[in-house]
């Protein structure tokens, strides 16, 4: 049983620009959901994906947006990147839309400068 | 709004002995509660959980204890060991709610 995948591991971007991150949902898992912990704070909720459709939003600008694939990977886009932005972006993954049974990848950490 | 707070940003902890983790809510709507275990580098791995039905839950060293009327939980581990260093996340969610709100977590020191 593989767990969750996130890539890439770290980037480095430059403020306006825009990003895409990625997550290989744990095998079985159908809901993908992304959080962002900014420095000395914990992870706090971008939004939720369940069978490819946007299932709660966290207070974020409409510059993040997602995807979920029908192999029920996703991707999580930043446009307009921000100094702010600067964080560790990490993915869950779930056999269903309920908290119960998140497995987190490693994350990705992102720098923007 | 912190919906939930650890205001302890660190503990150390002398090996053997019992660590207590807190954390505070103020959102009555939550239900279930999570303690999550996060090593550098690593994703937050889940510990133990609560339901608001429930004021104890015991999982081998790990024991939470939750006390509605004051909106706290804990997080008991006994005996600690140097393995246990790592930053300590409580979250909560409830209402109906598909997502988890953290605390900014609680970086815990075994001492040998």
């Known amino acids: 049983e593989t767990g969750v995948t996130q890539s890439p591991t770290h980037l480095i971007k430059t403020r306006g620009q825009q990003v895409t991150l990625r997550c290989s949902s744990q095998?079985?898992?159908?809901?993908v959901s992304w959080y962002q912990q900014a420095l000395g704070q914990g992870p706090q909720f971008i939004f939720q994906?369940?069978?490819?459709?946007?299932?709660g939003r966290g207070n974020f600008p409409p510059r993040f947006s997602g995807l979920q694939f029908p192999n029920y990977s996703s991707e999580l886009n930043v446009n307009a990147l921000e100094l702010d932005d600067s964080a560790l972006y990490l993915c869950?993954?779930?056999?269903?839309?309920?908290?119960?049974?998140?497995?987190f990848g490693s994350g990705t950490r992102l720098t923007v400068v | 709004d912190q919906q939930v707070k650890q205001n302890s940003p660190s503990l150390s902890v002398q090996e053997g002995r019992i660590s207590i983790l807190n954390c505070d809510y103020t959102?009555?709507?939550?239900?279930?509660f999570l303690w999550y275990k996060k090593y550098p580098a690593e994703g937050p791995t889940f510990l133990i959980s609560?339901?608001?039905?429930?004021d104890k839950n015991e999982d081998g060293r790990f024991t939470v204890f939750l006390n509605k009327s004051a909106k706290h939980l804990s997080l008991h581990i006994v005996p600690s060991q140097p393995g246990d260093s790592a930053v300590y996340f409580c979250?909560?969610?409830?209402?109906?709610?598909?997502?988890?709100?953290f605390g900014t977590g609680t970086r815990l020191t075994i001492i040998p």
């Open positions: 869950a993954s779930s056999l269903s839309q309920q908290v119960y049974g998140y497995t």
């Open positions: 095998s079985g898992h159908n809901t």
């Open positions: 994906y369940y069978r490819e459709e946007e299932n």
């Open positions: 959102n009555s709507m939550f239900d279930y």
């Open positions: 609560i339901s608001s039905i429930k």
């Open positions: 979250a909560a969610s409830g209402g109906g709610n598909e997502k988890l709100t």
